[in-house]
Nanobody, 125 residues
Framework: QVQLVESGGGLVQAGGSLRLSCAAS????????MGWFRQAPGKEREFVAH????????YYTDSVKGRFTISGDNAKNTVDLQMSSLKPEDTAVYYC??????????????????WGQGTQVTVSS
């Protein structure tokens, strides 16, 4: 059994910062990439960012570029998301995910095999 556990969510004022962390536990596995998604009330889950361990390649959705930074540790299967200049529209439940297959893209939920339970991020105006 593999578990991904997120931490670091909370309430912050617009313009503030938060750092989300995600750690894997349980059965050992090899990941090719890890990512963050978010889901706001009444909306579909959307891609936020991912890090592909090969070449430490990172990719962000346009709305967070320049504000969010993803980082992680391949050996430990951990991933962080540093969020700055937060906006009310960033309010959502944030989920981390791990991909155990080599793929061309890691921007869709179907590319990931393991998911965390989510952590709430609320940005007040």
């Amino acid at each position: 059994q593999v578990q991904l556990v997120e931490s670091g969510g909370g309430l912050v004022q617009a313009g503030g910062s938060l750092r989300l962390s995600c750690a894997a536990s349980g059965r050992t596995f090899r990941s090719y990439a890890m990512g963050w998604f978010r889901q706001a009330p009444g909306k579909e889950r959307e891609f936020v960012a991912h890090i592909r361990w090969s070449g430490a390649y990172t990719y962000y959705t346009d709305s967070v570029k320049g504000r969010f930074t993803i980082s992680g540790d391949n050996a430990k299967n951990t991933v962080d998301l540093q969020m700055s200049s937060l906006k009310p529209e960033d309010t959502a439940v944030y989920y981390c995910a791990a991909a155990t297959s080599s793929r061309t893209y890691y921007r869709g939920p179907a590319s990931y095999d393991y998911w965390g339970q989510g952590t709430q991020v609320t940005v007040s105006s």
